[in-house]
Every structure is written in C-alpha cells, then in structure tokens.
C-alpha cells in the first residue's frame, strides 16, 4: 500500500480529526501543532495564540484510494475557509485554515483547490498555504478524540455532527465501509 502525507489546519484539530477518519483511503490522522515558532509546545502555549502554531491534523493516505486534491476537497466542504483566524466561536491564529504542503505538487494542488473553493463563495477564501514546518504531535489525550470521549463533550456534540452530515452529504462514495 503506498501512502503519503497531508498536513492541514481548519480550526479545533477534534474536529477536523473526526470528519478525515471516515474517509476510506485515509490510513491515520494525527492531531498537532505546525507552523510556529516554539519547539515542543504544549496544547497551553498553543491555545495562548502566542506561538504561532496551528492547531492541526496529519493525515496519512492511500493516494490509490483518496487523492490529495479530493482530501482538499473534503477540507473546504467542511469548515468555514472565509473567516480569518476563526472557525465558530474558536478565535485565534491557532484556529486559521491552512494548507502544509508535503511537495510542489501538493502545493500547485492546494492552489487549484482554493480556487474551486473560491469559485463556490460568496466571500473571499481566507484559507493561507504554508511551508511545511516541523510537526509536533499533540498530547495523547487529543488523539482519537471524538471517538473516545467526543460525544461526551457538549461543544464537540455542537460542532463535528454538522461537519460529519455535510461529509455524508457531499462525499458519500467516499466514506469508509
């Protein structure tokens, strides 16, 4: 199976960690932090907004399976890439939408993907495309979040079903089993 890599950022990594799961084609996701300026941070510093980090998922995916520009896809239908620095009530340059890419490829990708966004908005995509940096995962207790305790947390229960139904809606050939 070959496998490759992508490094996205739409706000609350519990979030966008729940809707790529569902994805066939997508072999891992792991919640973290990118492109920022302080080495090991922790989940404290980051939601300070003093870092520079994002909160973030990589994504490890069977380009066989799932391309990357249909990961992207997925990516802009299900967050809101017109607000800056802002998914819902999360507020901060750690919640900003951002694009990592692994390549030049994957970065003339992302370009194309924001224009198709784009052409499907009324306002401006607000979604930047980022060096990739280097990646820290985050705690263990943030992994595989929603699938653990998710439903038990009220903001989770508020925010990632609205995501997760426009997953079914928009792309339902490609979910899991």
Known sequence: MAGQWAT?????????????????????????????????????QVCTGTTGHAEAIRIGFDPDVIGYGELLD???????????????????TQ????????????????QEAIARAQAGQGAPIMTSIEPLSAWYPAEGYHQDY???????????????????????????GRLNG
Request: with cysteine; aromatic share 12%; glycine share 10%.
């Open 95 to 110: 919640y900003r939408s951002a694009i990592f890419p692994h390549d030049d490829a994957q970065a003339e990708a992302a």
């Open 146 to 172: 929603w699938n653990r305790v998710g439903t038990r947390n009220p903001y989770c229960m508020a925010v990632i079903p609205p995501k997760l139904q426009k997953l079914r809606k928009g792309f339902a």
């Open 8 to 44: 996205l950022a739409g706000g609350c990594f519990w979030c966008t960690e729940a809707v790529f799961q569902q994805l066939a084609g997508v072999n891992s996701v792991e919640s973290g932090y990118i492109g920022g300026t302080v080495a090991d941070p922790t989940y404290e």
């Open 74 to 92: 997925v990516f802009f239908a299900t967050h809101d890439p017109t607000t800056l620095n802002r998914q819902g009530n999360d507020i901060g």
